[in-house]
């Protein structure tokens, strides 16, 4: 059994092999992702073999959450936890050329097939400007700048907003079978954008 979750968006994910839960939620996630879990496992995580979990990029709180909340089942189930890319599952799942997430202020964190999903932070015309003709786009901000990516010649994927958890239990089934040793302290968010909070500063 593999477990998989998604907070990287506005949409949250779970997932149990091949069940899968999403719930847009704006607030008091954290509290709903293991129960969901639960839920789908039958009541029990006894035959839990890995964790999957998105890592990155997103909102910054919500990845956290989600990561977080991945670490503590690995350690406590004693199993492999094992993280990839927000984009790279999307576009997986959706069978996509680019996957794309809104990150506010006008930009999107975005990841093409033809870079390996490598995450920038960009205006939306920027970001687009590499497509092929007819590409297809997924992800939050897909939806949201629909009418930029038509412009450029590409089309949205069906349920752009879907956070691909099923892509995640498929990647981690092959990190499983291939081995791979998922230690749950070097799963590491991944930040295309410094938070916006400052330090304060110290001394007069």
Not at 10 to 30: F, H, I, K, N, S
Request: hydrophobic share 45%; charged share 25%; with cysteine.
């Amino acid at each position: 059994m593999i477990i998989a979750l998604d907070t990287c968006g506005p949409v949250l994910g779970v997932a149990v092999d091949d069940r899968v839960r999403t719930e847009r939620v704006t607030r008091g996630g954290e509290t709903r992702l293991v129960p969901w879990l639960l839920d789908l496992a039958g009541g029990s995580f006894a035959q839990v073999e890995a964790v999957a979990v998105a890592v990155g990029p997103g909102a910054f709180t919500g990845l956290r959450v989600g990561l977080a909340t991945g670490q503590g089942l690995a350690e406590s189930l004693g199993v492999p936890l094992y993280g990839y890319s927000s984009l790279a599952s999307r576009a997986r799942r959706a069978r996509s050329d680019v996957a794309l997430l809104d990150a506010r202020k006008g930009r999107v964190y975005v990841g093409w097939e033809v870079d390996g999903f490598i995450p920038r932070d960009l205006d939306p015309r920027e970001a687009l400007l590499q497509g092929p003709p007819g590409f297809l786009a997924t992800g939050e901000g897909a939806l949201v700048y629909r009418d930029r990516i038509e412009a450029a010649g590409g089309r949205v994927a069906e349920e752009a907003d879907h956070p691909s958890v099923d892509a995640l239990v498929e990647f981690a089934r092959r990190s499983l079978a291939e081995g791979a040793t998922g230690d749950p302290a070097f799963v590491m968010p991944v930040y295309v954008r410094a938070p916006d909070a400052i330090p304060p500063r110290t001394g007069v």
